[in-house]
């Protein structure tokens, strides 16, 4: 059973993440800058919710506030869904498809040290099914 902690160990335990006083300018500027669709709020390496496209375009644009003055704590999603490095990959596929969410935050003992997103999930089932097919055609062809 494949875990999340297989796939941070491929992706790393990079997290982008952004204060709730931060605001919501400076976090979509932070989201374009390494295009990603989502950072992790945190108070130190505590996690106190997420802030995703979805919120801007819900929270801020068409409730027609401000970007420059409005915070992220005032329109992050919290308390938000996380996991842990030892979740199966299946447990998280199922919460984030429950939720309609993408991304994940990764906690282990109270502490934020990765994210996980719907791509990565999608990576690691495409990665294990050609695995599969390899195999299957090393058992019916032989080694070629």
């Not at 390494?34 to 130190?44: D, E, F, K, Y």
């Not at 984030?96 to 791509?119: F, N, Q």
Request: charged content about 25%; aromatic content about 2%; hydrophobic content about 40%.
């Amino acid at each position: 059973m494949r875990t999340v902690r297989d796939i941070l160990a491929r992706k790393g335990p990079d997290v982008a993440a952004v204060s709730k006083d931060a605001s919501v300018l400076d976090a979509a500027r932070i989201m374009n800058e390494r295009r990603i669709g989502a950072l992790v709020v945190t108070t130190g390496d505590q996690v106190i919710g997420i802030f995703t496209e979805r919120d801007v375009l819900n929270r801020v644009v068409a409730a027609q506030r401000s970007a420059n003055t409005t915070r992220v704590g005032e329109v992050m999603t919290s308390p938000c869904a996380c996991c842990k490095p030892e979740t199966a990959l299946e447990e998280c596929r199922d919460v984030m498809t429950e939720k309609k969410i993408r991304h994940l935050p990764v906690v282990d003992a109270g502490r934020l040290c990765g994210m996980i997103s719907i791509g990565d999930l999608m990576a690691a089932e495409a990665h294990n099914r050609q695995t599969t097919i390899e195999y299957m055609h090393e058992y019916l062809y032989g080694r070629t």
